[in-house]
């Protein structure tokens, strides 16, 4: 069974770029046919998917926020990456890295973070 598990920052400043990690264990991210996605969720705006990274490194992201996401991997370390950047407090929520795209498998169990100066 896959795991995930994010990692990072709890408390970013607003205008700065929020990074986190994902790792993924009992699964490779480079498996043919899978994809891995970067999904938040805050009180005011609901669940929402951000992007994702498919096994062979292609991205696609949320047109909401295509101008200020970026999502990467590093396959030696079994990881992918999601950096917003230029956060405000709209951007506080909880975020969640998972397995697959338009079908979730499986899911990080979420990091908080917090937007405050």
């Known amino acids: 069974q896959v795991q995930l598990q994010e990692s990072g920052p709890g408390l970013v400043k607003p205008s700065q770029t929020l990074s986190l990690t994902c790792t993924v264990s009992?699964?490779?991210?480079?498996?043919?046919?899978?994809?891995w996605s970067w999904i938040r969720h805050s009180p005011g705006k609901g669940l929402e998917w951000m992007g994702l990274i498919e096994y062979d490194g292609s991205t696609y992201y949320s047109p909401s926020l295509k101008s200020r996401i970026s999502i990467s991997r590093d396959t030696s370390k079994n990881q992918f990456s999601l950096q917003l950047s230029s956060v405000t407090p709209d951007d506080a929520a909880v975020y969640y890295c998972a397995q697959g795209g338009g079908t979730i498998y499986f899911w990080g169990q979420g990091t908080q973070v917090t937007v405050s100066s």
């Open positions: 009992g699964g490779s991210i480079t498996t043919n046919g899978y994809a």
